[in-house]
Nanobody, 115 residues
């Protein structure tokens, strides 16, 4: 059974930084992609960033140049480094992993950016 365990959320001031971690129970190469989504109150869940098995990354326009998704294969962990945070980045952030036959989600971690 796939488990995705997120950590690293919290409260930060505008302009600050946070790093989210998503640890999986298996090899990250077992997934086609791993990524981060977020959902703000009253809004739909949206893609923030993702990385393919081959290492290709893509980002939402709103976070390009500020956020970076990376991975540590040995630790089976994907990270989201978030810099220059803005109040509009406030949301619950979810880790996602997908492969043939399955789409998996973490429990979510709250990120709050104060103005």
């Amino acid at each position: 059974q796939v488990q995705l365990v997120e950590s690293g959320g919290g409260l930060v001031q505008t302009g600050g930084s946070l790093r989210l971690s998503c640890a999986t129970s298996g090899s990250i190469f077992s997934f086609n992609t791993m990524g981060w989504y977020r959902q703000a109150p009253g809004k739909q869940r949206e893609l923030v960033a993702r990385i393919t098995r081959g290492g290709i990354t893509n980002y939402a326009d709103s976070v390009k140049g500020r956020f970076a998704i990376t991975r540590d294969v040995a630790k089976s962990t994907v990270y989201l480094q978030m810099n220059s945070l803005k109040p509009e980045d406030t949301a619950v952030y979810y880790c996602n992993a997908d492969r043939v036959g399955g789409d998996y989600w973490g429990q979510g971690t709250q990120v709050t950016v104060s103005s």
